[in-house]
């Protein structure tokens, strides 16, 4: 047995897994574990680092189940198995957020990949239905043509053909006592409010279930202003409001210093490196990679001063530990301007990817680490497309006793009728 089969079977991997996370084939892992070649440093560390850092947040006697669709690199999900939730289905596409959700996740079922191609059928039973779904136009072609022929039709109808058109057709399968859906604020006034009306419509009218809205903004929680829209529904009316909800308080929460790098911890991979001699106490220091060359720091203040003259907002966003960020996007990969950081006596710095885990969330506390298996450009790319978990947290435990009441209720007359 090699040193690195081993370190596959700490991991409790199957060779297939292992080769998704790390993004080869299983001839590969197969080829490492036989010694015919040595497998890479950086792989051989993500799998010593998922033994450290990994935690199975799976609870063993769950309260509720819920599926994960559109899931990313599972912010929600975190946040529902904070509170004694268990996921049991896992939906994903893009093959580099499938292999951040795997390193970070202990599962006992594989990620589907295009849920459009997966029969509802084959979905487990669920408690909670979470998605964070992407808004698409909604064509009408299809409503028209109905209207032509005579013929009726309803908000599910006029939905076909988009992604959310997939979350309606698990939940009328399936008919979970709750969910949970998440998308940009302003999805309620995308075509002029016909989406939105769209969405509630299907949900309300053509599903039966009883919604509240909200947009929250993150701030509270974390050093970022970033509102989400959030849709919650009950299969029965439990009388649950999100507006009527308390969530923290947007103008106080933390600030940038608190997830910034600083000297005092650990080194990690090419994000900080040692600052002193290795075995000393010294700390570690930032990589000089994340500072801004001195080119692309004068053309953003080029670009910033240009649209400041024509009366436009567009610039930069520079700050210090003491300030709350702007909204952290996919697009941040490309020159860090909506989040730079101040720096003395050189030109400012994007934040590092680890920096963006705990401006998201994933990680609480200095001494948590979420694995990051990925590039630094997909890594951004993945942080600027997630939720704030914290967030999800707080809605999750808000959520909690009325699915766990909806859930007995249903439970109680399934044993009526067996009767």
């Known amino acids: 047995m090699t040193n690195f089969r081993e370190l596959r079977e700490l991991n409790a991997l199957c060779v297939d897994d292992t080769a998704e996370l790390l993004g080869v084939s299983a001839k590969t892992i197969y080829r490492w574990e036989n010694a015919e070649v040595e497998p890479k440093k950086a792989f051989v560390q993500l799998l010593q680092d998922r033994l450290k850092y990994k935690k199975d947040f799976r609870d063993p006697h769950p309260d509720f189940t ?31 957020a499938k292999r951040t959700y795997r390193a970070n996740f202990t599962d006992d079922h594989h990620i589907a990949g295009d849920i459009t191609q997966v029969d509802a059928a084959d979905i487990p039973k669920h408690d909670v239905l979470l998605a964070g779904f992407p808004c698409q136009p909604f064509s009408i072609a299809g409503v028209s043509k109905k209207n032509s022929l005579g013929r009726a039709h309803g908000f599910m109808d006029k939905a076909q053909g988009t992604l959310f058109f997939d979350v309606l057709r698990i939940l009328k399968h399936h008919r979970p006592a709750a969910f949970l859906l998440e ?3 302003n999805l309620k006034s995308h075509n002029k409010g016909d989406t939105f009306a769209t969405i509630k419509g299907a949900l309300e009218n053509d599903l039966g279930y009883k919604i509240s809205c909200r947009v929250i903004d993150g701030k509270g929680y ?7 829209l ?12 999100l507006n009527a909800l308390e969530f923290a308080d947007r103008n106080n929460g933390p600030v940038l ?3 910034l790098h600083n000297e005092n ?3 990690e991979g090419h994000y900080t490196m040692e600052a002193a001699r290795p075995g000393t106490n010294a700390g570690c220091k930032l990589n000089e990679k994340y500072t801004l060359t001195d080119n692309l720091w004068a053309y953003l203040q080029n670009y910033a001063a240009k649209h400041k003259a024509a009366g436009n907002g567009f610039g930069f966003g520079l700050n210090g530990p003491e300030d709350k960020a702007r909204t952290l996007s996919a697009r941040y990969y490309k020159d860090g301007s909506e989040i730079l950081i101040r720096q003395e006596g050189k030109n400012p710095r994007r ?13 609480s506390d200095r001494n948590s680490r979420m694995l990051i298996p990925v590039s630094d450009t997909r890594a951004y790319k993945q942080f600027g497309n997630s939720v704030v978990v914290p967030v999800i947290e707080d809605i999750a435990r808000h959520m909690k006793s009325s699915i766990l009441t909806q859930v007995r209720m249903q439970n109680v007359s399934k044993k009526i009728a067996a009767e």
């Open 66 to 96: 819920f599926i994960d669709l559109f899931a990313g690199i599972g912010g929600m999900r975190r946040g529902f198995e904070a509170v004694g939730g268990r996921c049991v289905f896992t939906s994903e596409w893009d093959e580099y």
């Open 183 to 185: 998308n940009v604020k």
């Open 222 to 228: 974390v050093p970022q202003h970033r509102e989400r």
């Open 230 to 241: 959030f849709i919650v529904g009950f299969r029965e009316d439990c009388g649950f409001d």
């Open 257 to 259: 210093g608190e997830i």
């Open 265 to 267: 911890e650990d080194p």
């Open 351 to 363: 934040l590092t990817p680890r920096e963006c885990a705990r401006l998201m969330g994933f990680d």
